[in-house]
């Protein structure tokens, strides 16, 4: 089954700073890639998502990058702000079946 | 709020219990997934349904089992508790189809085995 990979598991970065979570892929047929962000006991929330017909995906501050021949992918948060700190996961699936998530990375930002 | 809920919000047991998490999911949706989330640890997988029918299977231990109904809500069982299932337990709904590939979820349950 599909593996996912998360780099740093943890990230602490200055306000103003920008952030890079990094996630690899094992199953060569995934074609959509999450990313959740989880606030400390709340629920995870997705925050963006990109699918393998396109390279990159942008939302304000946040973007997504996708490297299908390298099976990695990656979350940039620019211009970070004190409430971007979370826990943030990465995931693959094919469509909506089966997706596996990454272990988690930690991002703290410092004000 | 995602539209999906989740009973009970919090279970206290004992080791050797046996216990059923509930899941409404999203009106609409089709599918829903079941999450462990171990103390700061990831989402494990468990298990899929697809409109009432099996789709795909996780890290699942035998002594856990689901089930969807014809109405769409799910059921999580969970058997034999020990120590080690104190977890929260996600459950997520999405339309199912890759268009739509989205998973919204629901609050958790917070599950205790003492």
């Known amino acids: 089954g599909e593996n996912v990979e998360q780099h740093p598991s943890t990230l602490s970065v200055q306000e103003g700073d920008s952030a890079v979570i990094k996630c690899t892929y094992s199953?060569?047929?995934?074609?959509?890639f999450p990313w959740y962000k989880q606030e400390l006991g709340k629920r995870p929330q997705l925050i963006i998502d990109?699918?393998?017909?396109?390279g990159e995906k942008k939302d304000q501050r946040i973007a997504v990058t996708l490297n299908k021949t390298a099976k990695h992918f990656s979350l940039h948060i620019t211009e970070t702000q004190p409430e971007d700190s979370a826990v943030y996961f990465c995931?693959?699936?094919?469509?909506?079946?089966?997706?596996?998530f990454g272990a988690g990375t930690r991002l703290t930002v410092k004000p | 709020d995602s539209g999906v809920t989740q009973t009970p919000k919090h279970l206290i047991t004992a080791t050797g219990q046996r216990v059923t998490l509930r899941c409404s999911p999203r009106?609409?949706?089709?599918?829903v997934y079941w999450y462990q989330q171990s103390l700061d640890q990831g989402l494990q997988f468990l298990i899929q349904?697809?409109?009432?029918?099996?789709?795909a299977k996780g890290n699942i231990l035998e002594r856990f089992s689901a089930q969807q109904f014809p109405d769409l809500h799910s059921e999580l069982n969970l058997s034999s508790l020990e120590l080690g299932d104190s977890a929260l337990y996600f459950c997520?709904?999405?339309?199912?189809?890759?268009?739509?590939?989205?998973?919204?979820f629901g609050p958790g349950t917070r599950l205790t085995v003492l």
């Open positions: 995931a693959a699936s094919r469509g909506a079946n089966d997706m596996r």
């Open positions: 009106s609409g949706d089709l599918s």
């Open positions: 990109i699918r393998s017909n396109v």
């Open positions: 199953d060569s047929a995934s074609n959509y």
């Open positions: 349904y697809y409109n009432g029918e099996e789709r």
């Open positions: 997520a709904s999405s339309a199912g189809d890759y268009a739509r590939s989205e998973q919204f």
